[in-house]
């Protein structure tokens, strides 16, 4: 008797998930077709591009702002790079990830806002045939415990009262 009301338990907590899981995929997908639909055509095809030109657009059309408005400073360190072959809508979404996150994280750390600063560079290992972008903020950086996570297939943070904080890349 006490075996099948531990079942019971168990198919309805399974049910429970199923239905959140549902819920779940329904939304991403309206959030990825949503998003999708507000990303021109000409973006959504690999094309040779010079990230450099692709983080000052950014920066004209948005990130110079948001910085603004969350009272931080943000500056790029551009390097020599050579074009090379990508689909712009995604250097654009790691680009805006990583700032966001930053801001994010620079507002959560208690940092004063004299000192909140954001930092995109650029570089060209000529060597090893890699571009290499940074973010780096001002902010307390990344628990030592929780490197190992960050390039986790969607994996974020969670805050003291277990609340996702982040977007995850």
Not at 53 to 79: F, H, R, V, W
Request: no cysteine.
């Amino acid at each position: 008797d006490r075996i099948n009301k531990i079942m019971l338990i168990a198919d309805e907590q399974i049910d429970v998930y199923v239905k959140r899981l549902r819920r779940y995929s329904h939304i991403i997908y309206a959030i990825s077709s949503f998003s999708l639909s507000h990303i021109g055509q000409n973006k959504r095809r690999r094309q040779s591009v010079n990230i450099n030109n692709l983080i000052d657009t950014l920066n004209k059309e948005m990130l110079i702002d948001l910085a603004k408005a969350n009272e931080t400073q943000i500056e790029s360190i551009l390097g020599d790079l050579p074009n090379i072959s990508v689909y712009p809508y995604e250097i654009e979404s790691i680009v805006l990830n990583f700032v966001t996150n930053s801001l994010s994280a620079l507002k959560r750390g208690g940092i004063p806002l004299s000192e909140r600063k954001i930092e995109i560079e650029t570089s060209h290992d000529k060597k090893n045939g890699q571009i290499i972008l940074s973010v780096r903020d001002s902010g307390i950086g990344i628990p030592l415990e929780d490197t190992d996570r960050i390039f986790q297939l969607y994996s974020t943070k969670t805050d003291s009262e277990n609340r996702p904080i982040g977007t995850g890349l």
